[in-house]
């Protein structure tokens, strides 16, 4: 069982943590229809990410907020909690691509240190597309190389340059929908191909320390303080 100090020593050690089973089936069935009437109504054309779920559903601004992420964060953000952002990112029959393995500071690159919790809200498995991270990479230097738009769907916009590290430690995360890993944003991570061509939809919402706005942090409308 995770306890605040497993918590805090295995995210250090090993830059996720996964948590199972936070949200019932009903709550994922609720999201996820949640997220599909997001996707018709705000999301672009044959795009498989729609960003801000928060700005336009309650729902995804009440899990956002949810105690049972909270309390996951308090011990790993001491400092206080801001919600900055969520995103939905989803795979099916159409849209089969491996997300690319990158880090996310990539794309925010020169802003405080953040971390994301990526919430599937159907069972995951490599063979439908899960996240893939590989463990303790957070603790090197990566670059990144801009993807071509057939590898990343056109989607994905920064690749790691350097793919080099143990096998042993990419970790497929095969889990139950409801469940949550825990991420910081210079983890290596990427997802497998969705071979199974079944829905893999996840929302991932973004968290750093309270503090005033970097000139990144303006774009998103939904963010705020929690703790
Ligand atoms: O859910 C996935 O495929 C991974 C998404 C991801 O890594 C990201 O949006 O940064």
């Not at 968290?207 to 303080?225: G, L, M, N, W």
């Amino acid at each position: 069982m995770i306890t605040p100090s497993t918590l805090v020593g295995d995210y250090a050690a090993d830059g996720y943590v996964v948590v199972e089973s936070l949200f019932t089936d009903k709550e994922c069935d609720t999201l996820k229809q949640e997220a599909c009437e997001v996707l018709k109504n705000h999301g672009a054309a044959n795009a498989t990410v729609c960003v801000g779920a928060a700005v336009h559903s309650s729902a995804f601004r009440n899990l956002a907020d949810d105690p049972r992420v909270i309390d996951l964060l308090r011990p790993l953000i001491p400092e206080g909690v801001m919600f900055l952002s969520d995103k939905i990112v989803f795979k099916s029959g159409e849209n089969t691509f491996a997300t690319p393995w990158h880090i996310d500071a990539f794309y925010w690159a020169g802003t405080r240190p953040k971390l994301s919790v990526w919430i599937p809200l159907d069972d995951v498995s490599a063979d439908n597309g899960t996240l893939k991270v590989v463990r303790g990479s957070h603790h090197r230097e990566w670059t990144s190389r801009r993807g071509s738009g057939e590898e990343t769907g056109g989607e994905f916009g920064n690749v790691i340059t350097d793919e080099v590290w143990d096998a042993a430690d990419e970790v497929i995360c095969e889990i139950p929908r409801g469940s949550a890993v825990i991420f910081s944003d210079r983890l290596v991570h990427g997802s497998c191909t969705n071979t199974a061509s079944a829905d893999r939809y996840t929302i991932i919402s973004t968290y750093h320390a309270p503090a005033a706005d970097e000139s990144f942090d303006e774009q998103f409308p939904a963010r705020h303080v929690v703790v």
